[in-house]
Every structure is written in C-alpha cells, then in structure tokens.
T-cell receptor, first 113, second 113 residues
Framework: SQTIHQWPATLVQPVGSPLSLECTVEGTSNPNLYWYRQAAGRGLQLLFYSVGIGQISSEVPQNLSASRPQDRQFILSSKKLLLSDSGFYLC????????????FGDGTRLSIL | GENVEQHPSTLSVQEGDSAVIKCTYSDSASNYFPWYKQELGKGPQLIIDIRSNVGEKKDQRIAVTLNKTAKHFSLHITETQPEDSAVYFCAARPSSNTGKLIFGQGTTLQVKP
C-alpha cells in the first residue's frame, strides 16, 4: 500500500533562517505531488504541485520554493523565513491523472519566532 | 479560476442526529469533488468523493450529493457519533490534467454525546 511521510512534525525557527521540509511517498511511481499551507482555522492553500521530477508549478507568489529531486521526494524550502511563513504545511500525493484522489501526510507545524 | 464556498463554518449536533454540510463551486467544468475529514494535529483524510457523472454516492453513514446545474454538492452524515467530531473540507477539481484541488474553508463539526 502507499504511504506518505513528512518530517519534521513540528519546527520552530527564527526569522531569517533557512527552511527545508521533506516529503516522501512509498508504494507508487510517478505520483503527482503537492504542497499546501493551512493557516489556523482556515482552508488549505495550494502552494506548489509537481507532475514529475524537476517539474514544479507555483500557485502563489511567496517566499518559498519547491523541488523534486527524485520521483517520490518533494522538498519545500526557503532561504530566509518570514513571520508570515508560520503555519501548518501539508504534503499530498495522487496517482497521475486528472480524477485521482489526493492523500495527505500528517503535516509539519512551523512556528517562526 | 475556481472558487469553492462552504457552509456552515461550525455545526453542532446531538449524537444520533444527522449533519449536512454544503458547498458551492464556480467553475462549471469542475469534474471531481472529494470530502476530507481532519482531526486535530493530523492531515486531512479522504472520506468520500464523487465525480461529475454521478448524482449521489453513499458509503455506510456518509453520503454525498451533486447538483451540477446548481453547482453545489453536499455531505450528509447520518446517525452521528462523537468520533465524527472534526473539521470537514470539501474540494473541487477544475477540469485539467494536473489534479489540483480547490478547497472550501472547512466546517467544524461537534457531535455532543
């Protein structure tokens, strides 16, 4: 069966520090991968999605970037964190194709001090 | 682009009663509508989904209805139990091959024992 892993589960970082969040998927090949941010009490905002290695689409202008160095690895990064980057970051995967369900990891709670 | 509105934002019911959550979408070409349940500190879990060629789908105590003409879809939970308490999100997939989802703002469901 397919599984998705995100780490770390929680992270506290100072303003201006770099960020790297990792997501890996097991049990499937060539998945679509997604990064979402969820602000407290709000819905999910799509940040990036990828349909293949090295293929990244950005949905909103921001201080973050994403990379997909391997088929089942998706990384969310920042060179210098802002206070506004605080939130709950979720990675998701779906099988390739338009009508495949998305499955989420358990997220990373990021707090910027 | 697609926009999804979800109501109500909070819902409180007595155990055993039914709960209904409604969503409307703006893009008539949207063709896939999943519902997610999110428990505290966890990622959203897919509970049921429906495609645009179907009007209703049921899975035990959970059902989803879709009205393409009116562009709205609803989640129905019957015989609610305390463990149904969570935040529920609807989503819509605009017609594309990327698999992107647009989420509603969420409904916090409280089932009182």
């Amino acid at each position: 069966s397919q599984t998705i892993h995100q780490w770390p589960a929680t992270l506290v970082q100072p303003v201006g520090s770099p960020l790297s969040l990792e997501c890996t998927v097991e049990g499937t090949s060539n998945p679509n991968l997604y990064w979402y941010r969820q602000a407290a009490g709000r819905g999910l905002q799509l940040l990036f999605y990828s349909v293949g290695i090295g293929q990244i689409s950005s949905e909103v202008p921001q201080n973050l970037s994403a990379s997909r160095p391997q088929d089942r690895q998706f990384i969310l990064s920042s060179k210098k964190l802002l206070l506004s980057d605080s939130g709950f970051y979720l990675c998701a995967w779906s099988a390739a194709g338009a009508s495949q369900p998305q499955h989420f990891g358990d997220g990373t709670r990021l707090s910027i001090l | 682009g697609e926009n999804v509105e979800q109501h109500p934002s909070t819902l409180s019911v007595q155990e055993g009663d039914s709960a209904v959550i409604k969503c409307t979408y703006s893009d008539s070409a949207s063709n896939y509508f999943p519902w997610y349940k999110q428990e505290l500190g966890k990622g959203p879990q897919l509970i049921i989904d429906i495609r645009s060629n179907v009007g209703e789908k049921k899975d035990q105590r959970i059902a989803v209805t879709l009205n393409k003409t009116a562009k709205h879809f609803s989640l129905h939970i019957t015989e609610t139990q305390p463990e149904d308490s969570a935040v529920y999100f609807c989503a819509a997939r605009p017609s594309s091959n990327t698999g992107k989802l647009i989420f509603g703002q969420g409904t916090t469901l409280q089932v009182k024992p």
